[in-house]
């Protein structure tokens, strides 16, 4: 399987403890896109990174939220002090060379109770 | 006003006819536009990128542009069952961001 792969696909956790999702994009992708997803909205861009440089962070992204992509390769997205309201669907996007389309794996949802 | 605005439906046809499907933009700068599927509790799938104004055909799918307009539609002909899920439209906007800005998506149910 060669698409954008996702780990674990659901998560739940109790207020105020930490969690940590991975995403491995499409081989030679360079580009990896983290997006929250509530229900009944749109993706919500979180963060962007070009091979292992963030290059851009929404403000959505707390300082209780870290990403980083060592390598170049996989990355990983953490949540800090887990609040009720960070409860959603995690999704991870890849991209590469010239092309603008982006690939989603499959998420990860979170519950946070 | 949103970035990205579409009818968050339902949208309900009849199986084998038309369903359109609308959204508008506020960026007269965006460049690139995405239309994306999602199945209730699955993520977002590609069906269709339009980059110039115009139509652009891949099977039962039509995507049509208007920059001018700033409106951008997907048809989809012979509608079936199947195709009952949630379209999203999905702007690349001219801000220097390379992220996508997304709709609330149209959600379409195609009745037997």
């Known amino acids: 399987d060669t698409g954008v792969s996702q780990n674990p696909r659901h998560k739940i956790t109790k207020r105020g403890q930490n969690v940590t999702f991975r995403c491995d994009p499409i081989s030679e992708h360079n580009r990896l896109y983290w997006y929250r997803q509530t229900l009944g909205q749109g993706p919500e861009f979180l963060t962007y990174?070009?091979?292992?440089?963030?290059?851009?962070k929404s403000r959505l992204l707390s300082d209780r939220f870290s990403a980083e992509r060592p390598k170049g390769s996989f990355s990983t997205l953490e949540i800090q002090r887990t609040e009720q309201g960070d409860s959603a669907m995690y999704l991870c996007?890849?991209?590469?060379?010239?092309?603008?389309?982006?690939?989603f794996g499959p998420g990860t949802r979170l519950l946070v109770l | 006003q949103k970035e990205v605005e579409q009818n968050s439906g339902p949208l309900s046809v009849p199986e084998g006819a038309i369903a359109s499907l609308n959204c508008t933009y506020s960026?007269?700068?965006?460049?690139?536009f995405f239309w994306y599927r999602q199945y209730s509790g699955k993520s977002p799938e590609l069906i269709m990128s339009i980059y110039s104004n115009g139509d652009k055909e891949d099977g039962r799918f039509t995507a049509q542009l208007n920059k001018a307009s700033q409106y951008v539609s997907l048809l989809i002909r012979d509608s079936q069952p199947s195709d009952s899920a949630t379209y999203l439209c999905?702007?690349?906007?001219?801000?220097?961001?390379?992220?996508?800005?997304f709709g609330s998506g149209t959600r379409l149910q195609v009745q037997p």
């Open positions: 999905a702007v690349h906007m001219d801000t220097g961001r390379r992220a996508l800005t």
């Open positions: 996007a890849s991209t590469g060379g010239g092309v603008e389309t982006q690939y």
């Open positions: 960026d007269r700068g965006s460049q690139s």
């Open positions: 990174f070009q091979n292992e440089a963030q290059l851009e």
